[in-house]
């Protein structure tokens, strides 16, 4: 009785156990593990065509996953080529990455492993093409969009672009072909481009006459990068309308300028105030045709130079050697000089004017500290000046004082411009330059030795000399730039012990 009880129990075990197993499932809860390339969040892929990679720890359900993929950028969908290497989706985009557009990779909705585990995705990742960086805008365009700009109907075909000129400026430095490339401008296909301020400003020119009562309409792609290469910003159009231009050109200025490194500088208000190394400008009211603004110059008498375009409205002359000081000369623009409409000045137009350019003044000569005489010397010093010499050497030390600063070049050619020879009696040894120094940009200090001293009975003379005129002495050997002596400069020095 108790052996068949205990059997009984063991049987009724096993059947409960075996119902338990049968009719129960064992769950698998651990999670799903990926990874991301590039890992970081706005991170940079470093070539055109580098892939975006997401790799499983597992096995998954592969077009649930491509499904659940996203690849976008502010402009839409970027299309790619979908491929798996063991458990990593691999995608690498049709089309190259553009620098410096951030991009998006996106996964979203319930994927599956193949051993049956869940992974509920929903993440974005943003990323950048090739660099970070910030895109380039348009920052205004002249004339703006909407405005009427005048034209002038010509049968004349200049060579020169006829305009108006369109203005565009950049926020950062522009790669010009790219550019070129993207703005269009329909019924114009002949245009000149002029680029400045590093490559931030585009001046377009048409080189043909535009219709008279016409709409222009132009547009800039996002093709346009900065020299980084990264694309425009966003897309940009406008339009400017024309009507007939009847106003002739007018001379609003005439002034001086001046260089600083590649850029004109406004230095003088009247063509008086224009100095060495300077240039006379004109101002026009309204933009100017180049080829003719270029030959629009002259002065009389003849003072030899060329023509620069400073801007659409200005040009400069620039004297191929300082003009003479105190000569009055007379500018003279010619009246076939045209606007871009091809409009000409109504006449001829000229002005008289007198540089202020002075000539170098010797200012004073001092012998051994003591003030022998003072200048400035406007004619040459009359008389004879007393020049106390240092024993036992007969040495005679002079400093001159000039009224402009010399270049060091030009303060070692003044060495040779210089010079002390005797004069009476006939007898006295010539003398040598010992030494040369200049006290300031603008005083040289001369030491000679060898000279003798005279007596009341019989003086001893030396003759000082300074070159003169434009190949004498000068402040700059650089052609143009140095202010020289006007004429030769012959001092008489009595030499006493």
């Given at each position: 009785m108790w052996k068949s009880s205990s059997n009984l129990l063991v049987w009724l075990s096993l059947c409960t156990l075996g119902s338990i197993l049968i009719s129960c499932n064992i769950i698998d809860l651990r999670p799903i593990g990926y990874s991301l390339y590039p890992a970081e969040a706005d991170g940079i892929l470093p070539e055109p065509f580098s892939a975006l990679?997401?790799?499983?720890?597992?096995?998954m359900d592969e077009r649930e996953v491509e499904k659940a993929l996203t690849v976008t950028s502010r402009a839409g969908s970027i299309e790619g080529d979908l491929h798996w290497h063991g458990t990593t989706l691999v995608f690498v985009p049709l089309s190259p990455w553009k620098a410096g557009i951030r991009y998006n990779l996106a996964l979203k909705g319930l994927v599956h492993a193949k051993d049956g585990r869940e992974l509920r995705l929903s993440l974005d990742h943003p990323f950048y093409g090739l660099l970070k960086g910030v895109a380039p805008i348009l920052l205004s365009v002249d004339p703006p969009s909407g405005a009427t700009v005048a034209v002038q109907v010509t049968d004349t075909d200049l060579s020169a672009p006829h305009g108006p000129p369109l203005?565009?400026?950049f926020s950062r430095s522009m790669d010009r072909k790219t550019v070129q490339d993207a703005l269009t401008i329909e019924g114009?296909?002949?245009i000149e481009w002029l680029w400045s301020d590093e490559d931030q400003v585009l001046q377009v020119t048409p080189q043909?006459?535009?219709n008279p009562w016409t709409v222009y309409r132009w547009n800039l792609k996002t093709s346009a990068t900065s020299r980084e290469g990264i694309p425009l910003g966003k897309e940009a159009q406008g339009t400017f309308s024309t009507n007939l231009d009847a106003e002739r050109p007018r001379i609003e200025a005439t002034l001086c300028f001046g260089r600083t490194g590649t850029d004109w500088v406004e230095l003088g208000s009247t063509l008086n105030d224009l100095d060495i190394g300077q240039a006379l400008g004109v101002r026009f009211s309204e933009p100017m045709n180049r080829e003719s603004l270029l030959?629009?110059?002259?002065?009389?008498?003849?003072?030899s130079g060329y023509t620069v375009q400073i801007d659409e409205r200005t040009v400069g002359y620039i004297p191929d050697r300082p003009p003479e000081p105190g000569i009055t000369y007379v500018l003279i623009v010619s009246a076939d000089t045209k606007d871009l409409s091809a409009l000409s000045?109504?006449?001829?137009?000229r002005e008289v004017f007198t540089p202020s350019i002075p000539y170098l003044e010797l200012?004073?000569?001092q012998a051994d500290g003591a003030l022998i005489f003072s200048g400035p010397f406007s004619e040459r010093p009359q008389g004879v000046y007393t020049a106390p010499l240092q024993a036992p050497e007969g040495k005679l030390a002079i400093n001159l004082q000039f009224s402009h600063p010399f270049t060091a070049e030009a303060q070692i050619a003044l060495l040779k411009q210089v010079n002390l020879a005797p004069y009476f009696p006939g007898s006295l040894a010539p003398v040598a330059l010992q030494r040369g120094s200049w006290l300031s940009d603008s005083t040289v200090r001369l030491v000679w030795v060898g000279l003798e001293g005279g007596s009341v009975d019989v003086p001893h003379y030396y003759r000082l000399s300074l070159a003169g005129g434009r190949s004498g002495i000068t402040t700059s050997l650089q052609e143009g730039l140095g202010y020289?002596?006007?004429?030769?400069?012959v001092l008489m020095l009595e030499a006493q012990q």
């Open positions: 990679k997401i790799s499983f720890d597992t096995e203005q565009f400026r114009i296909d002949r043909k006459p535009l030959q629009a110059l002259r002065i009389e008498p003849t003072l000045l109504e006449q001829e137009y200012r004073s000569v020289w002596l006007k004429e030769p400069i």
